[in-house]
């Protein structure tokens, strides 16, 4: 009897060159050598197995990327949005600036005038006092001299009232009716 052993040892080389065929087959499509992955999509059953991972990543891909487009046109539009924000923000901060020196200005101004009107003040009280030191005929022919008027009244104003009318008194009644008629409220 005659044994069959060249059918088993037959096996396991037929299932090798299998094997190698496969592997050669499948390094074709994975490189695509000769455009066989073109050549194997469009059969039936087969194409959608080699194809259908790469589109659905394709697709991801492309979500992805619209994705990160729309983000990015977002954070465009929000920076645009920003440097007008701080270019408004910069444009108020001048002004702010601009009248805060003003007001700073208007401040030395002020006191400025405030120095002189206290000045001018302390200068008719000791104008006042050295006045109301004097004899009433003499501080009444003195400030009948004076032209200003404005100044012989605050200079009045500034003495006692009793020392005021000993020299209203003593002027010429024409000047003294004048000073009064000023004087009054």
């Not at 299932?15 to 499509?29: D, G, P, S, T």
């Not at 465009?76 to 920003?82: D, N, S, V």
């Not at 006092?129 to 200079?155: R, T």
């Not at 006692?160 to 000047?175: P, W």
Request: glycine share 4%.
């Amino acid at each position: 009897m005659p044994e069959n052993n060249g059918g088993r040892s037959a096996l396991p080389i037929v299932l090798a060159i299998i094997f190698i065929l496969l592997a050669v087959f499948e390094a074709a499509i994975i490189f695509n050598i000769a455009g066989i992955r073109e050549m194997i999509s469009t059969v039936p059953f087969i194409g959608p197995v080699i194809n259908g991972p790469e589109l659905e990543a394709k697709a991801a891909i492309e979500e992805q990327t619209a994705a990160l487009n729309k983000k990015d046109a977002d954070l465009k539009a929000k920076e645009t949005l920003l440097a007008n924000k701080e270019a408004e923000l910069e444009k108020r901060q001048k002004t702010v600036d601009d009248k805060e020196k003003q007001l700073a200005q208007k401040e030395q101004e002020l006191a400025a005038k405030e120095a002189e009107l206290n000045s001018r003040q302390m200068a008719i009280a000791d104008m006042a006092k050295m006045y109301e030191s004097m004899d009433a005929k003499q501080a009444a022919a003195i400030l009948s001299a004076v032209d200003n008027d404005g100044l012989i009244i605050d200079i009045l104003k500034g003495m006692k009232e009793d020392k005021a009318a000993a020299i209203l008194a003593q002027m010429e009644s024409k000047r003294a009716a004048e000073l009064t008629k000023i004087m009054q409220p």
